[in-house]
């Protein structure tokens, strides 16, 4: 099992469209968890950070299940400009030392 | 502000040559690191450092070598390079290591190797 799962999609949703992904980890001792975004050929940079409450920023939702080890992003009234691919990020700690593990992401196509 | 910056965005490398990848950064953060990228994976820790003069081995060191002499530099240098390092590095930098709640990791714009 990969420590960080995303389904890869790709996602193809027409413009204005609500849409959701998930991301499972295997840690449950995980403490940060965030949204990057990547666009094609670009480097990641961060979306958003999951917050045990759930936060939002504009159009963009993000929510965290400690007990079921998942987050989720919520994207609504979906843009042209949303096309990307969107990694799950969560830190871990092996033998002592944290560390960012990445998912492989999950791609979102937005279709006029 | 620069943030990260990478050099080179491209490289050719015939196998068995070696070269140095370089990663700057101008927000003094403490930690650095680098990471590989391939189809179907997500991005794997090749070396990271908590500070100047430390650093240590991350998830696929082999093949590659780090230095850290000041905060701001972080250096790749690839030893002998070989067809299986094919592949986009992203250096990135944070305040804080990952063990820090919630620290943003800020990323360089990446080089595409290709080692023929």
């Known amino acids: 099992r990969k420590e960080v799962e995303q389904d890869p999609g790709p996602f193809n949703v027409p413009e204005g469209a609500t849409v959701a992904f998930n991301c499972t980890y295997s840690?449950?001792?995980?403490?940060?968890f965030f949204w990057y975004r990547q666009d094609c050929r670009k480097e990641p940079k961060l979306l958003m950070s999951?917050?045990?409450s759930g936060n939002e920023d504009g159009r963009f939702t993000a929510q965290l299940n400690r007990a079921s080890q998942y987050i989720s992003l919520l994207i609504r009234d979906s843009k042209l400009s949303d096309s990307a691919t969107y990694l799950c990020?969560?830190?871990?700690?092996?033998?002592?030392?944290?560390?960012?593990?990445f998912g492989t992401g999950t791609r979102l196509k937005v279709l006029a | 502000n620069a943030g990260v910056t990478q050099t080179p965005k491209f490289q050719v490398l015939k196998t068995g040559q070696s070269m140095t990848l370089q990663c700057a950064q101008d927000?003094?953060?403490?930690?650095m690191s680098w990471y590989r990228q391939d189809p179907g994976m997500g991005l794997r820790l090749i070396h990271y450092?908590?500070?100047?003069?430390?650093?240590d081995q991350g998830e696929v060191p082999n093949g590659y070598n780090v230095s850290r002499s000041t905060t701001e530099d972080f250096p790749l240098r690839l030893l002998s390079a070989a067809p299986s390092q094919t592949s986009v590095y992203f250096c990135?930098?944070?305040?804080?290591?990952?063990?820090?709640?919630?620290?943003?990791?800020?990323f360089g714009q990446g080089t595409r190797l290709t080692v023929v």
């Open positions: 450092s908590v500070g100047a003069g430390i650093t």
């Open positions: 990135a930098s944070s305040y804080g290591s990952p063990g820090h709640l919630y620290t943003e990791a800020f």
């Open positions: 999951v917050y045990s």
């Open positions: 840690n449950s001792a995980s403490q940060s």
């Open positions: 927000m003094n953060h403490e930690y």
């Open positions: 990020v969560v830190n871990a700690r092996y033998s002592g030392t944290y560390k960012y593990i």
